[in-house]
């Protein structure tokens, strides 16, 4: 019988079994960033212990990092001594760090697949939930928690339960307009925020098989969204493209010989699946969240649900259309924004800029509205320079950042104040999430972001090109 990645992936990395029941699985890389890690490496340091690979370590700063002035210390106390820390940390134990002023500095799960760092067949872990993002590359990718930081920097191991496999199919041509995010927010709504728990998603399918690896990375991004500890694509020639002459890639030889193997990884023809799920791509539309978690979604051409009619838990319902002060079976088209967010680990790789330019080219930001666009790494932000797409956001109205997470989370100064709505093409919609208690985002594709920004509104960017 033929196995999937996840199956193969999970075997070749096995240490022991545990009596627990959980298997303790060798970590290949170990991506640390400021705000997960200061306590892991205290505890390490009270113990006298070392980081057991540092070579299969690295980091970088995003979470906190101001994103327009980046000049040391920082104005915020908290934010400065976390990067000290990180960096006092790296020295210390002798870890490589992209920090604040080098060229490779940006979003953990940007920076990654960008140096070449992720790769096929691998097993990676990183305390950020979106770290099944590396999935997209046909690793076995997983978010963890500060504890299991200081568990990897010392053993470079992690204790895991089993996970069952879900194989998304996603079929036929993406419409004008619809884009990765889409598809992402579609399969949420169908399978549930929690419908993932205890599942790897395996996505696969034409649909997926025609995506770019920008593409690919903001679907498995969301996995952890849909409940998935792990989402992944198989590895393919998209894949091995991508990869060629990164950095962190191997060269030469070892790239055929490492090219070779990773073909093996995929899952196999007559792999079996614990649960199959299709999805057609043709049938979507732009997709907006209307509530507070990611799963509360419609198309941008629907009106918002009523509390008996969204298929949930109607007091759940109520309480996020109260939170969103939305009314029932209004239409979220026309809804006013105040923010637009073009950014995070999610929506702020350079095609995602190229779509969302497209869209803004020529017109400006409505006059009520603040939109910034915060490039997901700085190689990110300068090959946008090189291209023009900087200018064209700036020509619009739109503020031009420094790389980092910015208000995907409100960690930084770029933070929404009182009761905003925020047209985001971020990740998480949850109460408080960008900064503000009272804050309200609304989750879509960067272009519908910048679509929004344009219109002063929410609006189908279908109508704009
Ligand atoms: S952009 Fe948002 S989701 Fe991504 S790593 Fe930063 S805070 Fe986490």
């Known amino acids: 019988m033929g196995q999937t990645l996840l199956q193969k992936v999970w075997d070749l990395h096995t240490v022991r079994r545990l009596p627990t029941g959980q298997t303790q699985l060798f970590i290949g890389l170990h991506l640390v960033h400021e705000v997960t890690s200061p306590q892991a490496f205290d505890a390490l340091r009270q113990r006298g212990w070392r980081v057991a690979r540092p070579d299969r370590t690295f980091a970088t700063v995003d979470h906190i990092v101001p994103t327009t002035e980046r000049r040391r210390p920082f104005l915020d106390v908290v ?12 020295r210390e134990f002798g870890l490589r760090l992209a920090g604040i002023d080098d060229d490779r500095q940006g979003i953990v799960h940007v920076i990654g697949p960008e140096l070449g760092l992720t790769q096929p067949g691998m097993t990676i872990a990183c305390g950020d939930s979106h770290t099944s993002t590396h999935g997209a590359f046909g690793s076995v990718a997983f978010g963890i928690g500060t504890s299991q930081v200081r568990d990897v920097l010392a053993s470079q191991c992690l204790a895991l339960e089993p996970l069952k496999v879900r194989r998304i199919t996603v079929t036929g041509p993406l419409p004008a307009g619809v884009y990765a995010k889409d598809v992402i927010l579609a399969i949420i709504h169908r399978l549930g925020v929690r419908g993932g728990t205890g599942f790897a998603y395996e996505y696969a399918g034409d649909t997926i098989a025609r995506m770019s690896m920008d593409e690919r990375m903001t679907i498995c991004n969301m996995s952890i969204e849909g409940g998935a500890r ?45 649960d199959e799920v299709v999805i057609r791509a043709e049938e979507l539309s732009p997709i907006v969240t209307w509530g507070v978690n990611p799963g509360q979604s419609i198309a941008v051409d629907e009106r918002v649900p009523s509390p008996t009619d969204a298929g949930e838990e109607p007091q759940a319902v109520e309480d996020a259309l109260h939170y969103m002060q939305l009314t029932p079976g209004s239409p979220i088209a026309g809804l006013k924004v105040d923010v637009a967010f073009i950014g995070s680990c999610t929506n702020a790789r350079l095609s995602d800029l190229r779509e969302a330019a497209r869209v803004v080219k020529g017109r400006h930001v409505a006059p009520h509205v603040k939109a910034l666009v915060v490039p997901g790494s700085a190689a990110i932000g300068q090959a ?38 925020c047209a985001a093409s971020s990740n998480r919609n949850f109460k408080g999430r960008q900064g503000s208690p009272t804050g309200r985002t609304l989750l879509m594709s960067p272009a519908m972001v910048a679509a929004a920004a344009i219109a002063g509104e929410v609006v189908d960017v279908r109508e704009l090109v």
């Open 384 to 421: 946008a320079e090189r291209e023009g797409l900087a200018e064209t956001f700036r020509d619009a109205g739109f503020e031009w950042r420094g790389a980092g997470c910015s208000m995907c989370l409100g960690m930084n100064p770029d933070k929404l104040q009182g009761d905003q709505v």
């Open 230 to 274: 792990v989402g992944y694509v198989n590895p393919d020639e998209t894949t091995f493209a991508y990869l060629k002459g990164r950095p962190f890639a191997p060269a030469g030889e070892a790239f055929e010989r490492a090219t070779a193997w990773w073909r093996l990884v995929a899952s196999d023809a007559d792999a079996v699946y614990d």
């Open 79 to 90: 934010a400065e001594d976390m990067i000290a820390s990180l960096e006092r940390n790296c």
